[in-house]
């Protein structure tokens, strides 16, 4: 009995020995729990201070290349093609004869209805002599001038269809692309496609500017363009259109009127920069980097790191000056602003400032 109750009471001190370890153990591993919590909470971010600065107002604005002139060119008439005096690549000038057509039969309806004309124009003046002496009716030198009439309609339109044999180009420009060769049938309806022409003597390049850019700017202003393969040429452009009405992300589509040079170095499809060059000189003002809003500029919104805590704040952006957005309302000299890791934060999350 003696030595049963021993048993028990080592069994006891035993659990109750284990029960205190497996205590200590969660309260240790509760206060490692707790300061990695702490680090984890802290979100890694970079910032910069806010300062007002001497700022030019000169910004740029990016597109592509677009020809001022460009066209598919379709038969008019429908026939077999016989030759095709261009190439792609080729360039073009307006009326130079690029392909040919069948025109046996056309020649053919031409030189007849030619002799009809002469025909009926003989049988007018006799009819005209005649009448003067009373030989014919008025009403039949009014039939006869009206055969001449429809005579010289018909060759005249003979004329045109021999001529439509010879086709030619409408504008100058490159053949950009070529849809037929020898033996091609054309097609009158629907018309059969014959070539891409190109107009790149001039190119237009349009643009984006926001609400407070498109202000200074109207048509027939001088801008400096350049093009991301000749960075160290600049093209003389002039806007042509400055739009009435921004777009669906509210801002104004400019296009500018740019002349190519000898070589035709501008290509239609160009990444293409306008330097647009304020009137005002350059000012005092408050910026900020423009990454350092909340989603975008529109959004008004800017993370404030202070005592390492982020606080969103709610300002009034003014102008964009490329990299940089002018601060109107609701920031102070000095304040420090941050620039990367918003996508992380809330209001008033710690945040741990990577220098």
């Known amino acids: 009995m003696k030595k049963t ?3 028990i009471v080592i069994i006891i001190a035993a659990l109750a020995l284990i029960g205190f370890v497996l205590n200590n153990n969660k309260k240790e591993n509760k206060a490692k729990t707790d300061i990695v919590a702490e680090k984890n909470a802290a979100v890694s971010v970079k910032v910069t201070p806010v300062k007002t600065e001497e700022v030019s107002l000169d910004f740029v604005a990016n597109g592509n290349f677009q020809p001022t002139q460009e066209l598919t ?7 077999k093609v016989i030759s095709v005096l261009a ?3 080729d360039y073009v000038r307006v009326g ?3 392909l040919t057509v069948r025109g046996d039969v056309i020649n053919v309806n031409a030189q007849t209805a030619e002799a009809a004309y002469l025909n009926a124009k003989s049988d007018y003046s006799r009819y ?5 002496t009373g030989g014919v009716t008025k009403q039949q030198l009014d039939q006869a001038k009206l055969a001449l009439t429809n005579a010289h309609s018909n060759y005249t339109e003979a004329k045109i269809n021999v001529g439509d044999t010879r086709v030619k180009a409408p504008i ?5 692309k070529k849809y037929i060769e020898p033996g091609s049938i054309l097609a009158g309806m629907p018309a059969t496609a ?3 022409i190109v107009n790149v003597s001039k190119l237009k390049l349009t643009v984006t500017v926001n609400e407070n850019q498109v202000a200074s700017l109207k048509n027939g202003d001088n801008v400096n363009v350049t093009a991301s393969v000749y960075p160290d040429k600049t093209f003389s452009g002039k806007i042509t259109f400055v739009a009435a009405k921004a777009d669906a992300s509210l801002n104004f589509p400019v296009e500018i009127e740019i002349a190519n040079n000898s070589n035709n170095d501008l290509k239609a499809g160009m990444y293409g920069t306008a330097n647009f060059a304020s009137k005002q000189q350059k000012q005092h003002l408050m910026v900020v980097p423009r990454n350092a809003f909340v989603g975008s500029v529109s959004s008004n919104e800017i993370f404030v790191a202070h005592n390492g805590i982020a606080k969103l704040r709610k300002v009034t952006a003014g102008r964009i000056l490329g990299d940089q957005v002018e601060i109107i309302n609701g920031l102070s000299d000095g304040e420090t602003v941050i620039t990367t890791g918003q996508i992380n934060l809330q209001d008033g999350n710690t945040v741990e400032i990577i220098k």
């Not at 100058?172 to 950009?176: A, D, P, Y």
């Open 87 to 89: 190439k792609e690549g």
């Open 172 to 176: 100058n420009g490159f053949i950009n």
């Open 194 to 196: 014959l070539f891409d």
């Open 73 to 79: 060119f379709s038969a008019e008439k429908s026939g």
């Open 96 to 98: 130079q004869t690029l």
């Open 5 to 7: 109750i021993i048993t």
């Open 128 to 132: 005209e002599n005649a009448f003067k």
